[in-house]
């Protein structure tokens, strides 16, 4: 579909912002790019980019064109993964957006598992905050969004919503590790390892800890839940996980889980969906389908 690709060379640039890189990764020249640009520009009788010193950013009519493109390309990928699955090919692309409470061990595992049986369907998986994720499927970056206390569910259609419980993580011989349940003030008495605002668990915590009037004081804050999880192998240190993040071999690291308290840390909600007003890919479509199915086994 050749008619296309000037199409996804304007939405390259508009993302990356830099005719340079979007160059760089399309694998033309820049000033090719810029000829095609400039071709457009001339058939539509008005620019669609601002120059600036910083780089290229879309200007209004820049935007409403981004609009129709994306649309655009995300009917091309329908179509063709439509066409796909009646040839028996079963192809297709999905990209997901998802926070990182299910990319480490989840995503993995049932990415495997959907290639060996669909080998023609290609994945992207983009690790995203909270509320970024359900707002890339608006301008269809992405297909599907997994995420863990989503902020903006307006235009997210969840197929799948589940509670997720809390789990308090530590060195295998630490005073609490034999305990059957944790309440969140019996933590505070350790260093304590959190994820930073506005990860969900983050959020979660801080409320359970408000409500009892105490403010968690981290030790240390960090976006990397693998970081906090092996920070706390050799110390006395606590970090916090979701059942779906438990990594499978946590005894084997020198590390213990103990459930946190549903009176004292309430679960938290996963959610899984697309954009409301969107017809998937057949691809992407089947992919959130086991999505679905595994987390219903696993989680109810």
Same mark, same amino acid.
């Given at each position: 579909?050749?008619?296309?690709?000037?199409?996804?060379?304007?939405?390259?640039?508009? !993302?990356?912002?830099?005719?340079?890189?979007?160059?760089?990764?399309?694998?033309?020249?820049?000033?090719?790019?810029?000829?095609?640009?400039?071709?457009?520009?001339?058939?539509?009788?008005?620019?669609?980019?601002?120059?600036?010193?910083?780089?290229?950013?879309?200007?209004?009519?820049?935007?409403?064109?981004?609009?129709?493109?994306?649309?655009?390309?995300?009917?091309?990928?329908?179509?063709?993964?439509?066409?796909?699955?009646?040839?028996?090919?079963?192809?297709?692309?999905?990209?997901?957006?998802?926070?990182?409470?299910?990319?480490?061990?989840?995503?993995?595992?049932?990415?495997?598992?959907?290639?060996?049986?669909?080998?023609?369907?290609?994945?992207?998986?983009?690790?995203?905050?909270?509320?970024?994720?359900?707002?890339?499927?608006?301008?269809?970056?992405?297909?599907?969004?997994?995420?863990?206390?989503?902020?903006?569910?307006?235009?997210?259609?969840?197929?799948?919503?589940?509670?997720?419980?809390?789990?308090?993580?530590?060195?295998?011989?630490?005073?609490?590790?034999?305990?059957?349940?944790?309440?969140?003030?019996?933590?505070?008495?350790?260093?304590?390892?959190?994820?930073?605002?506005?990860?969900?668990?983050?959020?979660?915590?801080?409320?359970?800890?408000?409500?009892?009037?105490?403010?968690?004081?981290?030790?240390?804050?960090?976006?990397?839940?693998?970081?906090?999880?092996?920070?706390?192998?050799?110390?006395?240190?606590?970090?916090?996980?979701?059942?779906?993040?438990?990594?499978?071999?946590?005894?084997?690291?020198?590390?213990?889980?103990?459930?946190?308290?549903?009176?004292?840390?309430?679960?938290?909600?996963?959610?899984?969906?697309?954009? !409301?007003?969107?017809?998937?890919?057949?691809?992407?479509?089947?992919?959130?389908?086991?999505?679905?199915?595994?987390?219903?086994?696993?989680?109810?």
């Amino acid at each position: 579909m050749r008619h296309l690709q000037t199409l996804r060379y304007i939405e390259k640039i508009a !993302r990356t912002g830099s005719l340079r890189s979007a160059a760089e990764e399309l694998g033309i020249t820049p000033s090719a790019l810029n000829r095609r640009i400039l071709a457009i520009e001339e058939e539509l009788g008005v620019e669609i980019f601002e120059r600036l010193p910083s780089g290229l950013r879309p200007n209004i009519a820049g935007e409403i064109l981004l609009d129709h493109i994306r649309q655009q390309l995300a009917d091309m990928e329908r179509v063709k993964s439509r066409i796909a699955d009646l040839s028996g090919m079963r192809a297709g692309h999905v990209n997901i957006a998802t926070t990182r409470e299910s990319a480490l061990y989840f995503l993995p595992e049932l990415i495997r598992r959907h290639m060996r049986e669909f080998p023609a369907v290609t994945f992207g998986v983009n690790l995203m905050e909270r509320g970024e994720a359900e707002q890339s499927l608006a301008d269809l970056t992405n297909d599907i969004a997994i995420v863990f206390e989503p902020m903006h569910q307006h235009d997210l259609q969840a197929v799948y919503t589940g509670a997720q419980q809390m789990y308090c993580v530590m060195a295998h011989d630490h005073p609490l590790a034999s305990r059957e349940r944790l309440r969140i003030y019996e933590c505070t008495d350790y260093p304590l390892l959190l994820p930073a605002r506005p990860e969900g668990i983050r959020t979660i915590l801080d409320t359970a800890a408000a409500r009892v009037g105490i403010r968690l004081a981290p030790a240390l804050e960090s976006n990397s839940l693998d970081m906090l999880r092996l920070m706390s192998r050799e110390s006395d240190a606590l970090s916090f996980s979701l059942a779906i993040n438990l990594r499978p071999t946590l005894a084997g690291d020198g590390l213990a889980a103990v459930p946190m308290d549903p009176a004292s840390v309430p679960p938290g909600t996963l959610v899984a969906g697309h954009l !409301r007003t969107r017809a998937l890919p057949v691809a992407a479509a089947r992919f959130l389908e086991s999505v679905v199915k595994e987390l219903a086994r696993r989680y109810g």
